[in-house]
Nanobody, 129 residues
Framework: QVQLVESGGGLVQAGGSLRLSCQVS????????MGWFRQAPGKEREFVAA????????YYADSVKGRFTISRDNVKNTVYLQMNSLKPEDTAVYYC??????????????????????WGQGTQVTVSS
């Protein structure tokens, strides 16, 4: 069974930075496409970023492109989300997700939450103006 644990959330002023981490255990991390999603109060969960199994390819929502960077360390079984130039509208609970079917190629379908079958508990990010 795959377990995902996020960390690194917190309170930051607009224009600041945070780095989220997601530690994955249980199975072969390097075979999973990984993603980050977020959910603001009263809104639906939305896609933020995804990364291929090797880390060589990434995919971003337009709203975070150029400000956020997703990366992974397949030795440490960890995926990261570096968030720069944060805005108040980035305030949300951020979730790490894994596509554990294994061997799938990163594509635009990974912007859909139903393509992932394992989720973390979420970490709160609050950006003050």
């Amino acid at each position: 069974q795959v377990q995902l644990v996020e960390s690194g959330g917190g309170l930051v002023q607009a224009g600041g930075s945070l780095r989220l981490s997601c530690q994955v255990s249980g199975r072969t991390f390097s075979s999973f496409v990984m993603g980050w999603f977020r959910q603001a109060p009263g809104k639906e969960r939305e896609f933020v970023a995804a990364i291929s199994r090797s880390g060589g390819r990434t995919y971003y929502a337009d709203s975070v492109k150029g400000r956020f960077t997703i990366s992974r360390d397949n030795v440490k079984n960890t995926v990261y989300l570096q968030m720069n130039s944060l805005k108040p509208e980035d305030t949300a609970v951020y979730y790490c997700a894994a596509d554990t079917l294994g061997g799938r190629v990163l594509s635009n379908i990974h912007a859909r939450s139903d393509e992932y079958d394992a989720w973390g508990q979420g970490t709160q990010v609050t950006v003050s103006s």
